[in-house]
């Protein structure tokens, strides 16, 4: 039995998931609120009759009489019936997207809007402002070419990863520009992909099937099951892709030294069968979550490379075709582990445990036609194994009396690289300067920590991440390389609400950029009979400061800083001393290049129409010394994009986006702009069921990349066309069964939870 309920009060306590709740009195409203987890306290006046609406989406209204004349309540279970009208209302609407400002970060809504529907994850990482990808879906955000992408808590290694996420069940996705010392020194950047946890209770299947056409017709397969059962959450996703394209790219090299030159046209067919599945399983605990994810893929990939190569010296002209049949099969696993909970609302501890195992294997075919009597046949073999874990806890205190944030943190991370390359010359012999076999480890350990202070209206924060790197490396034909060193990387910020309309911010991190396995092997790697490539075991990583101050007014953001990259490494040319015409390109440090930066957000909305506007404007400051020559890096770079979105009808939405991309002077290359612009309609039908999206990309064919490269002796001009103007056109069917879900409501007069 429960208290006696008094006529000046009663006090009611309701334990279910999610509701919104009306107290009508003499039908007047006269307490409402919505509400998470069903625990909140709230006050009635008495000696009159009440009348309790609860609501939940998917579910017809309940309504409850309250007596307050002092009568005496036992518990009450409540049922809530299904509505069948309404079983796929949390699938999507056509609603449009919303990009909000938080302090230094974007944050993307995904859910429910027409994003949803888009085919890839790629082309909603898109929308977000001043992000790119570049042909091999590698992203980049104004100037900084880290991105850490971080699906809920765990770090993704490889783009095909992402491959496996639905934009079905994304929440929302968040661009940290400026990522403080909770993250990973190498993170320039963080993107965070947010799933969706409040899924409905029940049984949710999705069928999604995804048909690019452009100069080849690619395929995408997508189920999707999703079993919510007393909050515990069990999901598999699978994706089947068959992508088929074609890219052309032309180098043109000139010897300035002794006149020779070198016309190389590449025409690239690719194909490619991918399998990605994901499957995991979230447990809710009080004030927490247990969750646990295995994710896999594979891709098969048989490309084929046709090169037409006129070499020229003096008044001798020649030309050699080259015909290259690379054969690709990587295996990819990832477990992934993650303990969350929350004490008195003002703890908070998470752990996580990620395990991946990647291999790698490749067979190459080389044929190359010098004549009709004259032709060679190579074979590169390649097998490489990576294996990698990381172990990271996290804990943060509230002190709420002072408005005082205390966080720190450790992590380990261990990653070993296997690899064994294999050069077979014309069927004859193995071929020493292009076989290798490198063993590579590297051992970080991490610690952070983290102090946030609130003064009235400004937030301050400080931050200290020190990590201590340890990288051992075996080459079958070269030196052992061992080195060890401890970096410090210190960040500071401040957020400024001067009003409710104008903001703010400074911010101030430090990075590192360690060069990769490749780059640090000092093999030699054929690509053609005139071109060479080799690495650097003495490579240094890139340390970079970076110093920005922003200002918000309303829904538009300026933000200027300086970026300051010590040891930047920067490609060179050389010339073979024991080959001539041969070219060898490698990568080395620079003492330091320094850039200027700004950038502009504005977002404009209206009823039935959304624009978000971002531009960029970088200006590199160095002077590289580069064969007794002194060069100048003073070209700037642009990038504007815009994204439009338009609501038709209802379940209809279009949009339009353009982007202009000059990236300027990097290094010791020129690039010429490239223009993109896209259009797309998506729309529901048969009650949400039937979702259709398509989108014709790049539809005037202008997305190119060009730039003019002068590397001492060496003039190169390079071409790059990718198969980027396609048409694609994404269906899916959503079907849902649920059940009824069972509330109960009881008097309680013990603590207060929460208030109306």
């Not at 890219?247 to 190389?264: A, C, H, R, V």
């Not at 490489?384 to 005082?404: C, P, R, V, W």
């Not at 450790?410 to 020493?432: A, H, M, P, Q, V």
């Amino acid at each position: 039995m429960f208290p006696v309920i008094f006529w000046k009060i009663a006090v009611l306590k309701f334990v279910i998931d999610y509701f919104n709740i009306e107290i009508i009195t003499d039908s007047t409203v006269v307490l409402q609120g919505s509400f998470v987890d069903g625990k909140f306290t709230f006050k009635l006046p008495g000696q009159k009759k009440h009348r309790l609406k609860i609501s939940s989406m998917g579910y017809e209204d309940k309504i409850i009489d309250i007596d307050g004349n002092g009568s005496t309540m036992d518990a009450l279970i409540c049922y809530m019936k299904k509505k069948t009208i309404d079983l796929d209302e949390i699938v999507v609407t056509a609603l449009k997207p919303k990009i909000s400002i938080k302090n230094n970060s974007y944050i993307l809504s995904v859910d429910k809007t027409y994003l949803s529907n888009e085919a890839s994850i790629n082309n909603v990482i898109t929308k977000l402002p001043f992000v790119l990808l570049d042909s091999n879906n590698k992203i980049s955000i104004s100037g900084k070419n880290n991105v850490v992408v971080y699906i809920n808590n765990r770090k993704v290694l490889y783009t095909h990863e992402l491959e496996v996420v639905s934009p079905a069940n994304i929440k929302d996705i968040q661009l940290i520009s400026n990522p403080g010392s909770q993250y990973d020194a190498d993170a320039d950047a963080v993107i965070i992909i947010n799933t969706k946890t409040n899924k409905q209770e029940g049984l949710e299947l999705s069928l999604k099937t995804t048909e690019t056409i452009s100069n080849a017709f690619s395929c995408n397969i997508n189920p999707n099951i999703n079993i919510n059962y007393e909050k515990i959450n069990l999901y598999l996703d699978y994706v089947y892709s068959n992508n088929k394209g074609k890219s052309t790219e032309n180098t043109l090299t000139n010897n300035l030294s002794n006149g020779y030159k070198n016309n190389i046209y590449n025409n690239g067919y690719y194909k490619s069968n991918n399998h990605a599945y994901t499957i995991g399983v979230d447990f809710p605990i009080k004030k927490g979550r247990l969750a646990f994810q295995l994710l896999g893929w594979n891709n098969r990939a048989k490309p084929e490379i046709n090169i037409n190569n006129f070499y020229i010296k003096g008044m001798q002209e020649s030309t050699i075709k080259t015909n290259r049949r690379p054969l690709s099969d990587e295996d990819h696993y990832d477990l992934s582990l993650l303990y969350e909970k929350e004490y008195l609302d003002i703890h908070k501890f998470n752990s996580s445990f990620n395990y991946t195992l990647h291999n790698n294997n490749s067979k190459e075919k080389i044929t190359e036609y010098y004549s009709q009597d004259n032709i060679l046949n190579h074979k590169y073999d390649f097998s490489g194994k990576n294996k990698a874990f990381d172990y990271q806890i996290n804990y943060s205190l509230l002190i709420k009396k002072i408005e005082l944030r205390l966080a720190m943190g450790t992590k380990i991370s261990y990653i070993s690289n296997n690899s064994d390359s294999r050069f077979l010359e014309n069927n004859i012999g193995w071929n020493n300067n292009f076989t290798y076999k490198c063993d590579f480890k590297e051992f970080i350990p991490a610690f952070f920590s983290n102090i946030e202070k609130k003064i009235n209206n400004i937030d301050l924060f400080a931050g200290l991440r020190i990590e201590n790197t340890h990288f051992k490396g075996n080459h079958a034909y070269t030196q052992v390389i061992d080195t060890t060193y401890i970096n410090f990387f210190p960040s500071l910020g401040l957020n400024w609400a001067v009003n409710k309309n104008n903001k703010i911010n400074f911010n101030y991190t430090r990075k590192i950029s360690r060069p990769s396995f490749n780059n640090l092997s000092p093999n030699i790697r054929y690509d053609n009979v005139f071109f060479y490539r080799q690495g650097n075991p003495y490579l240094l990583p890139t340390i970079t400061d970076d110093l920005s101050l922003s200002y918000s007014f309303k829904s538009i953001r300026l933000n200027a800083g300086y970026r300051h990259k010590k040891n930047a490494t920067i490609y060179n040319y050389y010339q073979d001393t024991n080959n001539e015409g041969v070219t060898i390109v490698r990568l080395n440090n620079h003492k330091s290049i320094k850039f200027a930066y700004a950038n502009v957000f504005y977002l404009f909305k209206s009823k039935n129409f959304t624009s978000s506007n971002s531009f960029i404007f970088t200006k590199p400051f160095a002077e590289l010394a580069f064969n007794g020559k002194k060069i100048k890096l003073v070209r700037p770079a642009y990038y504007f994009k815009t994204s439009n979105d338009f609501t038709l009808l209802k379940n209809i939405s279009f949009y339009i986006d353009f982007l202009y991309n000059n990236l300027g002077e990097t290094l010791l290359e020129k690039k010429e702009g490239m223009y993109n612009l896209s259009i797309g309609i998506s729309g529901s039908f048969f009650d949400k069921k039937l979702i259709l999206n398509i989108v014709a990309n790049d539809i005037l064919n202008t997305y190119k990349f060009k730039d003019h490269r002068l590397y001492g002796i060496y003039d190169v001009i390079h071409e790059y066309f990718p198969d980027n103007t396609y048409v694609q056109i994404n269906a899916r069917y959503n079907f849902s069964l649920g059940k009824l879900r069972r509330f109960k409501v009881q008097n309680n007069n013990s603590s207060i939870i929460r208030r109306l």
